[in-house]
């Protein structure tokens, strides 16, 4: 009997594979893939990406790590460069060939990672305490400051003392290169952090709380920061004469902060009034979807006025975690979360080019890089 079932398992991933080869070319036998095609070699993968999240976190789990590092890790070795190159019967360029060299996953599966992200920081949102928000806002933001201040001297220092090795050429702290590598090291994951203080259970701890405060702080940081990197480099890439627009990333950095502070704290006024909205539906499922939507529609709107999206979806479960249905809402959304959030991590991890990291110098700046960090 079990002969049996393997058999047919390996028949239907075969007959599969190799549908999935033979569509790829659409039906009209031109190279851009139909809809329909697209649609199926998705689902494929993502039952090989939840497949492998899972496993690798249970993994991870039973040697007392995160379940996060095991889903990024089996991301990283499924991944378009690892073994989801590797060909297979009907599929010639892997299960996850390369889209495009300069983002190897497919639109669909950065589109399903992003409603992931969006639905982790809600549920984060929803799981803070506000009134520990509050009380250690203060010491939130001083976190969030330290964070970016020491992190871009740090990154900026490494890349200025292994400059020789990997640039051939000494180059100084304020050099282009070096002030990339110091905004790029400000950069940090609030989804991993979420995700590890809710696994400990110490969301609605004041270190948690503390944490996730200047988690978001360093977010809105790191974009303004971000765009004074990029103006001071774009004047430099011109003429001599070429002035850095100062007004102008002061109006970059002001628009960021106002709407980020603006938002959070109308959204904490209107708190009740958002709960007294979404009770109208009655239903607990209904009050849930609306309330992801408030979220999805935040988000939407914090990402247009050139904030992140998570940030936004982080300030509509701030504004609701005080209300009487927050709990309900982390219910209801909790099946919808157990099912995209390892899916994110996991195709974040299959982003990692080991081809990249191959190059003897580049191993040793990433850990001089790492260590400083």
Not at 49 to 54: E, G, N, Q, R, S
């Amino acid at each position: 009997m079990k002969n049996r079932v393997a058999f047919l398992l390996v028949l239907l991933f075969t007959a599969g594979t190799a549908y999935a080869s033979s569509a790829a070319s659409g039906a009209t036998g031109s190279d851009d893939p139909s809809i329909t095609s697209r649609m199926m070699l998705m689902a494929l993968q993502l039952g090989a990406i939840l497949f492998a999240a899972k496993i690798g976190g249970l993994l991870f789990e039973r040697f007392k790590l995160p379940a996060v590092l095991g889903e990024l890790a089996a991301g990283a070795l499924i991944g378009p460069f690892a073994l989801g190159a590797v060909a297979l019967p009907g599929m010639p360029d892997g299960f996850f060939p390369v889209f495009k060299p300069e983002f190897p996953i497919t639109p669909e599966l950065y589109g399903i990672c992003t409603l992931a992200s969006i639905i982790l920081l809600f549920e984060t949102g929803l799981e803070t305490d506000l009134r520990l928000f509050k009380k250690y806002a203060v010491a939130g933001g001083a976190v969030g400051l330290g964070g970016v201040a020491f992190s871009f001297a740090g990154g900026a220092l490494a890349t200025t003392l292994f400059s020789e090795a990997v640039f051939g050429e000494p180059l100084g702290f304020f050099a282009s290169e070096c002030l990339m590598l110091g905004v790029i090291s400000t950069a940090t994951s609030v989804g991993i952090t979420a995700r590890l203080l809710s696994e400990k259970r110490k969301m609605e701890s004041p270190e948690g709380v503390t944490i996730i405060a200047g988690a978001v702080i360093d977010d809105v940081l790191g974009i303004i920061m971000l765009a004074i990197i990029l103006g001071i480099i774009g004047a430099r890439s011109h003429d001599s004469d070429h002035t850095i627009e100062w007004s102008r990333i002061g109006i970059i950095a002001a628009k960021a902060v106002g709407i980020w502070l603006a938002a959070t704290i109308a959204g904490i006024l209107a708190s009740r009034r958002i709960g007294f909205v979404l009770k109208l539906f009655k239903q607990p499922s209904s009050i849930a979807i609306m309330a992801l939507s408030f979220a999805l529609m935040l988000s939407g709107l914090f990402e247009e006025a050139g904030l992140a999206m998570i940030v936004g979806a982080y300030v509509a479960g701030l504004s609701l975690s005080s209300t009487d249905i927050s709990h309900l809402i982390r219910e209801r959304l909790k099946p919808l979360y157990h099912f995209l959030v390892p899916v994110f991590f996991c195709v974040m991890g299959m982003l990692v080019d080991f081809n990249a990291m191959a190059s003897p110098k580049v191993l040793i700046f990433g850990a001089g890089y790492s260590a400083i960090a």
